[in-house]
């Protein structure tokens, strides 16, 4: 195991919204996963989290304190947790953890977190009040 690797994870915290497989075809020329693949996984499942909240669709407003804490490698279950932890007038705070299972072990790794602002949008593309 990488020095830079835990060895034990916190438990995930929030609701488990994506479970998806690292595939080849998402790797760096260094053979780990991109962190912008992992990136777009935390943001579907936040999106996901944000629409139920919402009542409508939403877009990515911004991401804050993201952090990478280990690799993503090939055939690693990507298991992706979401956390609200705020909900304003037409936006949506969550915190998204995201945990890998590597090769079908039952042991989880945290491999990244970050915060995640989400906007409520009506039809025509404009902010709207997030349904209470």
């Known amino acids: ?16 919204t994506i ?3 690292a595939m080849p075809g998402d790797t760096n020329p ?27 669709r939403v877009v990515t407003a911004a ?3 993201m952090s990478f804490i280990a690799p993503v490698k090939i055939g690693d279950v990507l298991c992706v947790y ?6 304003g007038t037409t936006s949506i705070t969550i915190e998204i953890e995201a945990y890998v299972r590597r ?3 039952a042991e989880r790794v945290k491999v990244t977190s970050g915060h995640f602002v989400f906007v409520a949008l009506d039809d025509a593309g404009r902010k709207r009040p997030v349904r209470g």
């Open 103 to 105: 090769r079908g072990l």
């Open 19 to 21: 479970r998806t497989l």
């Open 63 to 65: 991401v804050e304190a």
């Open 82 to 87: 979401t956390s609200i932890t705020r909900v």
């Open 1 to 16: 195991m990488p020095d830079n690797e835990p060895t034990a994870s916190p438990e995930p915290q929030g609701q488990l």
């Open 30 to 56: 260094s053979g780990d996963i991109f962190g912008g693949w992992v990136l777009s996984q935390m943001d579907i499942a936040g999106g996901i989290a944000a629409s139920e909240i919402a009542g409508s």
